[in-house]
């Protein structure tokens, strides 16, 4: 993830996390992301099950029973083993996560071995009860995924009235004192929402939001075709987003607004920089540098709902393990498995653009699950790289 409010607007330096030592264990939640242990934030899928449909689900939930999930004490277990491990965050993720009966007990267990629990939810099942419940079990912070306005967000979530259900879940959650903030995935059909979205977010005080570029798995596969933005579209965006940032923080509201899932982003937030504020870019350039890019299979790690243990959260076609076999920590450290070890060392393998690329260090190859999903070879170059062959220094 890129921090157009820490990296664009100023709110981190780089002495920052130097002042932690830059050990996960150590460094307040914000700034993780420049850690140097890369001990992974685990996205546990507590379920599959979910009350909406959405058009680009990788799960491909439905609101129906799935067998073989964790049970309650294979997910203490899990739990047990990812705090002796030091993995600093856990994500509770589905499906949709707040239907799992025992969620509540879930999220008191990790926050009593002092991980920071976080939830992502579409957000229509928050209640003030159910707010008040999350406040009360420790929870860090709660990510509600609204993908545009109302028509557009309830067009891509499949249900009339979405929205304005995860909208009072949103409020609700601001009124219990519950950290909130939006989950929004960018697609040629909901990008010109964005503007509206910031709108919203400044609106309704809402104190952080994360844009997501569309990965294509699960459903979101059917999606490259007609959905997938051009990079010239992709690039008017994050400029927005940008703009915008700095809007807020130049009126006394800073937002944290983070962009997801294209690593891209880092450099084309330092070249701007470097022609409007040479100074500050090159601080930029040491925190993207600690950032170290993509960290799929190293910083961040998934657990599926039958325990499959995959790189990130998009790539359920390919499983390390098992945590029902094998603890998670065991898994993951064992780098005899092939991808595994070679997303460790993936510099070796990338091909294209992305081998040649001048800022590999700061992108690490952005996300191997999107060029396979694309291209059919897991090491070939990233096709939504939005750079020109000058601006990564091939032409």
């Known amino acids: 993830m890129i921090g157009i409010s820490k990296l664009y607007c ?19 939640s914000h700034l993780l992301q ?42 203490v277990r899990l739990l047990d083993d ?4 030091g993995a600093p965050v856990i994500l509770f993720s589905g499906g949709e996560p707040l239907m799992r009966p025992d969620i509540f007990e879930l999220i008191r267990h990790a926050t009593g071995k002092k991980m920071r629990a976080v939830v992502s939810t579409n957000g229509t099942l928050i209640t003030p009860s159910m707010a008040a419940q999350l406040k009360d079990a420790g929870l860090s912070y709660v990510g509600i995924s609204l ?11 499949g249900m009339k009235g979405a929205f304005r259900m995860a909208l009072e879940g949103v409020q609700n959650c601001l009124k219990t004192g519950v950290k909130v903030g939006l989950r929004f995935t960018v697609t040629r059909e909901n990008y010109k929402d964005v503007g509206e979205i910031l709108d919203l977010v400044e609106r309704e005080g809402i104190p952080r939001v994360c844009f997501y570029h569309l990965v294509y798995a699960g459903r979101g596969s059917k999606l490259i075709h007609d959905s997938r933005m051009s990079h010239e579209e992709t690039r ?15 009126k006394g509201k800073p937002v944290e607004v983070l962009t997801v899932d294209n690593h891209t982003d880092g450099p084309y937030l330092y070249l ?28 961040i790690g998934c657990v599926s709902w ?43 393998y990338l ?14 190859g952005n996300f191997r699950v999107r060029a396979e999903a694309v291209t059919g070879d897991v090491w070939e170059a990233e096709p939504d790289c939005y750079l020109t062959d000058e601006e990564i220094g091939i032409s």
């Open 236 to 250: 008017n965006t994050v400029d927005l987003i940008m703009n915008r940032t700095k809007a807020l923080h130049d």
């Open 10 to 28: 100023g709110t981190v330096e780089s002495s920052d996390p130097l002042r932690y030592g830059r050990l996960a264990k150590d460094l307040p």
């Open 306 to 348: 039958d325990g499959s243990v995959h790189p990130d959260q998009f790539w359920r076609h390919y499983s390390f393990g098992n945590v029902t076999q094998r603890p998670f920590s065991a898994i993951w450290t064992d780098t005899t498995e092939p991808l595994l070890g070679k997303l460790r060392e993936r510099k070796r």
């Open 34 to 75: 420049f850690s140097a242990d890369k001990k992974p934030v685990v996205v546990w899928n507590v379920g599959r099950r979910c009350n909406l449909r959405c058009v680009h689900c990788y799960s491909q939930s439905r609101d129906q029973d799935y067998p073989n999930e964790l049970s309650h004490e294979d997910g």
């Open 82 to 85: 990812l705090a002796d491990f």
């Open 351 to 364: 091909k294209g653009r992305c081998a040649a690329c001048k800022w590999l260090d700061i992108c690490n």
């Open 272 to 299: 701007r920089l470097l022609k409007e504020d040479p100074v500050r870019a090159a601080e930029v350039l040491k925190l993207l540098k600690m950032n170290g890019g993509n960290s799929s299979g190293t910083g």
């Open 147 to 157: 993908d545009g306005m109302e028509a557009t967000n309830d067009r891509f979530r």
